[in-house]
């Protein structure tokens, strides 16, 4: 019987020795060969914003930076950087060992750089994205937003770029310390949202012919509103229905976000009655009449579309029905304020749960 136990363990301590030995073999093949011989081929990846690193090693493998995903992530466990990892496009060769590939990911700097502008966002916050992203300093981009050459190149119709930033993701080149520090970058990485701007409005104009500049003004102006009033796709061409007749009567446009604009960068969320009765507020649409000097956010096409086909109503009024939410349209003032009414309840309510 001993026998047979002790042919039993020295069988399973040479398997495990076995299984060890390979187990070295295969990480040691891994860890020290690449796909391709030098010198391979280049290779560029992109990384969304908060990829995992299962979709990344899958990527890598698949064209041919790395043999075998699995083994990557934990190669990346072990070494404690499989979080995290930057976004950005990078470029590989297939003769890199996968230790190099991993600290490019990790450590590396991107070739492009993936930047997120969202929709609504005046110049200043949209230069302190492209500031914080490093891709030039804010001094830089706030400069160029309202240099006239920049402005007259680009053909805005206003004192500064506001507006014409295209909110959008790009893949932008990351800039080196002394590139940044030109003062060209930030001229061209302004360019780049601009370009994209007409780009994109272009596709919308009636017979594909780009309005005229008093035309143009109007509907760069009246997208920006469209764009802070509603987030709801469906109500934009009907939110600029309502201040398209509004203009057409002659009555105060009273949208708060023109307001808030004109309030500059240090207003802190509280818009007050004082605010509102401001005249020395130039976009102060509760006294002034008509639009005010200039767009107010950057828009999206969607915004764009509605304030060049607006949707043919009677509306002339329109409040939230929960905060956050869709809106409800009125033709009267008495309806407007019931439907006001219908708003400080439904508030009380959403407060009390």
């Excluded at 932008?172 to 370009?195: F, I, N, S, Y």
């Excluded at 701007?197 to 509103?225: H, T």
């Excluded at 309030?263 to 818009?271: A, I, S, T, W, Y």
Aim: charged share 25%; net charge positive; with cysteine.
């Amino acid at each position: 019987m001993w026998k047979i136990i002790r042919t039993l363990l020295l069988l399973l301590l040479a398997a495990a020795v076995c299984t060890g030995g390979w187990l070295a073999h295969e990480a040691h093949t891994f860890l020290t060969s690449a796909p391709e011989a030098a010198p391979g081929r280049e290779v560029y990846v992109d990384v969304p914003p908060g990829a995992a690193l299962s979709r990344i090693a899958s990527q890598l493998q698949k064209q041919g930076i790395i043999t075998d995903a699995r083994k990557f992530r934990l190669l990346a466990r072990y070494r404690k950087i499989d979080t995290g990892m930057q976004a950005g496009r990078f470029l590989f060769s297939t003769s890199w060992v996968p230790d190099k590939v991993l600290e490019t990911l990790a450590f590396g700097k991107p070739v492009l750089t993936r930047v997120t502008i969202p929709e609504g966002l005046t110049w200043w916050q949209t230069a302190r994205i492209l500031a914080d992203s490093g891709f030039a300093p804010y001094e830089d981009l706030a400069g160029v937003m309202r240099d006239p050459a920049f402005l007259r190149h680009y053909g805005i119709p206003f004192d500064s770029a506001e507006g014409f930033l295209m909110p959008d993701t790009y893949l932008l080149k990351t800039p080196g310390e002394e590139t940044r520090k030109d003062p060209k970058q930030a001229w061209k990485v302004c360019g780049r949202l601009v370009d994209n701007f007409w780009q994109k409005a272009d596709a919308l104009w009636k017979d594909g012919k780009r309005p005229g500049r008093d035309d143009l003004r109007k509907a760069v102006i009246l997208a920006s509103i469209v764009e802070k009033e509603t987030a709801i796709p469906e109500e934009r061409p009907r939110v600029a229905g309502v201040y398209s007749n509004r203009m057409r009567i002659g009555m105060l446009l009273q949208a708060d976000p023109t307001v808030i604009y004109g309030l500059g960068p240090n207003f802190k969320g509280n818009l007050t009655r004082a605010m509102l009765n401001n005249d020395s507020n130039a976009y102060n649409t509760y006294r002034k009449a008509g639009l005010p000097p200039g767009p107010i956010c950057s828009f999206g096409s969607a915004a764009l579309k509605a304030a060049l086909y607006p949707e043919k109503h009677n509306y002339l009024y329109f409040v939230a029905v929960t905060d956050g939410g869709a809106h409800s349209f009125s033709r009267t003032l008495s309806e407007h304020n019931a439907a006001v009414r219908r708003y400080l309840n439904n508030r009380r309510q959403q407060r009390a749960q």
